[in-house]
Structure formats: C-alpha cells, structure tokens
C-alpha cells in the first residue's frame, strides 16, 4: 500500500494505483510523510527537456571533437599505410631486378636436387 497526498486530503492506496493518482495530481509519500513523486507539470517537463537537450548537445559537441581529430589521425595512417605499401612494392621491384640480372634460371623455377640420397 502506498500513501498518496492532494492538498489536505491524505490517502492509502494500492501500489497499481498510484500512477492514476498521480496523474490526478496527488503526490507520492514515504514513510515519513515526504513528498517522493508528484504529478510532472508542463513546466517540470520543459525543465526536464532542457536539461536533457544541454546534455545531448554538449555531447554532440564533444563528438564532433573527437571525429575531427580521429579523422586527422586516420588521414595520417592512410598516408603511412600507402607510402609503406610504394616502399614495399619498390623494394619488390628492385628484388625482382636483381634477380633478373644475377639468377641462371630467368623463369624463376626452382630446380630440382636430382641427385640420390645415400642409404635410401
């Protein structure tokens, strides 16, 4: 059982009650007899909405920080990455051409050790 307060008047109610007298404009109690809920007025609410409005755009704010930097960062990796990838493609090609110049076998085939193993 719950206690609910309208003015003067002072009543106890089923706990699947109280949302109604709430919206009847009576007010939740405790124990002690302190207000706990009470019915939200219009201007609770725009208070309520503000609030909630000045938090989501200060983490809005903080957000669109966050991606300018990751943004730059990420700008910076992708330029590392592609400058890695030139490098190792050029020392490929330089591989390539070394061996080209120095390898008997051109088609890059290994050849085989035909020789007999002793003892097989």
Same mark, same amino acid.
């Given at each position: 059982?719950?206690? $609910?307060?309208?003015? @003067? $008047? /002072?009543?106890? $109610?089923?706990?699947?009650? #109280?949302? /109604?007298?709430? !919206? ?10 302190? #207000? +706990? ?7 609770? %609410? #725009? ?13 809005? !704010?903080?957000? =669109?920080? !966050?991606? %300018?930097?990751?943004?730059?960062? @990420?700008?910076?990796?992708?330029? =590392? +990455?592609? %400058? ?19 390898? &008997?076998? &051109?088609?890059?085939? &290994?050849? %085989? ?6 003892? $097989?």
């Amino acid at each position: 059982m719950a206690k $609910v307060k309208k003015l @003067n $008047v /002072e009543l106890t $109610v089923a706990d699947n009650l #109280v949302e /109604e007298y709430l !919206e009847k404009g009576y007010s939740l109690l405790d124990e002690k007899g302190n #207000v +706990v809920r009470k019915k939200e007025t219009a201007e609770d %609410k #725009v208070i309520r909405l503000n609030e909630e409005l000045a938090a989501i755009l200060a983490q809005n !704010e903080y957000l =669109a920080a !966050e991606n %300018k930097e990751l943004s730059a960062e @990420n700008a910076e990796l992708i330029e =590392a +990455v592609n %400058k890695l990838t030139a490098d190792n493609n050029a020392l490929k090609q330089s591989h390539i051409n070394s061996n080209a110049l120095s390898d &008997p076998n &051109p088609s890059n085939t &290994p050849t %085989k050790n035909t020789r007999a193993k002793k003892g $097989v």
